[in-house]
C-alpha cells in the first residue's frame, strides 16, 4: 500500500543515516534509553490494555466543533502569522512566506479512510485553501503527522519540504525530486531564505509506518523568522532536552507542544500536560501554544482531558498559554487568544 512508505534503503541515504550519531545498533535511538512502554510492561500487554480499557462518555466531542474559516491567501503577515489546522497540522505567514508544518488535511489519520477520523467540524480547510507553501515542515512519519493523500497533494505545490533524516525515502517513493527536500540531523540547521532559518532539535519519540520501527528519525525544530523564535515540537516525552535546547536558543516567542494521546502505558513516549507545561518553562517560551489535541483519539483520555490539566499545571508554574480555535490567527507580537472555546462545545 502506497500511504506506508517505504525504509530508507538507497545507497546514498543509508550511508548518511549510518554516519549519524544518532544511529545506533540498527536504528535511531533516542539520547535518554526510552522503552514503549512503562517500565515492566509489554508492547502485547499495551495493546490489550487499550482496547481493554474502557473510555470515557466524552472521548470525542457531543457536538460538532465550530471553528473558524477564512481566506488563507489574505492574511495579513507583517508579523508572523499562524493559523491552526487541529491536531499537529498549522501554517505559519511571514512576509509572503508560507510555512506548513504536519499536515494532515484528509479527514483520517490512518492509512485507511475509514480509521482514527476527525472529529466533525474539524475539516475546515483542505489542500485547495492552502496558498502556494514556500517550505513544507515535517517532524516524524507517523500518519498523524504525515498523512499521505495531503503530502501527495502538495507534492507540486510546495518548494521545499524540511525532514527528519531518512524520511526523505518516503517522498522520493511519492514522487518528490530529491532536489525539493532536505533531510536534518539533530542540531543540523538550514538557512532557507535572508529572514528563516531552521534547525532541527532533539526530541524523545519514535517512528515507523509500518511493522519496523525507528529507520527514520523524529525531531523538533527551532524556527527563526527575523527577531522571532518559534519553537516547533512534533512529538516528545519528556526530558533534560528541554532544558538544553531552551540554553541554547535563550528563548522562545512561542512553543507549540503535544498535549494529548499520552498514556500511563507509553509514558516516556508522549508528555502528559504537566510535563507539557515543564517543558515550555524549560524552553524559556514567552507563551505556550498547546497541540495535539481537538481533532482525533488516539488514546483514551477524554477529548479536552489534555487541555484541562495543561492549563491547571501551567497557571501554577505562571507559564502563559493561547488557545486559538481551529482557523483562528494568532499573530505574534500581539494579543494573542485566550479563550475556552471547548467548553461550550
Not at 9 to 22: E, G
Not at 252 to 262: K, M, P, R, S, T
Amino acid at each position: 500500500m502506497k500511504s506506508l512508505g517505504k525504509s530508507p534503503f538507497s545507497t546514498a541515504r543509508l550511508k548518511r543515516i549510518r554516519q549519524s550519531p544518532n544511529f545506533r545498533s540498527g536504528t535511531f535511538q533516542n539520547i535518554h534509553p526510552t522503552s514503549m512502554n512503562r517500565d515492566g510492561g509489554s508492547t502485547l500487554k499495551t495493546m490489550f490494555d487499550f482496547l481493554m480499557t474502557q473510555r470515557p462518555a466524552d472521548l470525542k466531542p457531543a457536538q460538532k466543533i465550530q471553528g473558524k474559516q477564512i481566506n488563507l491567501q489574505t492574511v495579513s503577515d507583517t508579523t508572523p502569522a499562524l493559523i491552526w489546522f487541529g491536531h499537529s497540522s498549522y501554517l505559519i505567514k511571514y512576509l509572503g512566506q508560507n510555512i506548513l508544518v504536519d499536515p494532515v488535511l484528509s479527514g483520517h489519520a490512518a492509512p485507511v479512510s475509514a480509521a482514527v477520523k476527525a472529529f466533525p467540524g474539524t475539516d475546515l480547510y483542505t489542500v485547495d485553501d492552502l496558498p502556494p507553501i514556500d517550505v513544507l515542515v515535517l517532524t516524524h512519519d507517523h500518519y498523524d503527522h504525515i498523512d499521505f493523500e495531503t503530502v501527495v497533494k502538495l507534492k507540486d505545490k510546495t518548494k521545499l519540504t524540511v525532514c527528519p533524516l531518512g524520511v526523505g525515502e518516503h517522498l522520493e517513493y511519492w514522487g518528490f525530486s530529491p532536489d525539493k527536500f532536505v533531510e536534518l540531523d539533530w542540531w543540523e540547521a538550514r538557512q532557507l531564505s535572508p529572514s528563516l532559518n531552521i534547525t532541527s532539535t532533539p526530541a524523545r519519540h519514535f517512528s515507523g509506518r509500518g511493522l519496523m520501527r525507528n529507520r527514520t528519525l523524529w525531531t523538533s525544530y527551532s524556527l527563526e523568522l527575523d527577531g522571532f523564535r518559534v519553537f516547533i515540537g512534533g512529538d516528545s516525552g519528556y526530558d533534560d532536552q528541554f532544558k538544553k535546547i531552551g540554553e541554547k536558543f535563550k528563548s522562545f516567542d512561542l512553543a507549540l507542544l503535544e498535549c494529548g494521546q499520552y498514556g500511563e502505558n507509553w509514558p516516556f513516549i508522549h508528555m502528559f500536560p504537566e510535563q507539557t507545561a515543564q517543558a515550555a518553562k524549560d524552553l524559556n517560551a514567552k507563551t505556550l501554544w498547546p497541540v495535539h489535541w481537538g481533532k482525533f483519539v488516539l488514546s483514551t483520555h477524554s477529548w479536552t482531558e489534555p487541555i484541562e490539566r495543561l492549563l491547571l499545571k501551567a497557571s501554577a508554574v505562571q507559564q502563559p498559554v493561547t488557545t486559538p480555535r481551529i482557523g483562528e490567527v494568532l499573530k505574534l507580537g500581539e494579543d494573542l487568544p485566550k479563550s475556552t472555546w471547548w467548553r461550550s462545545v
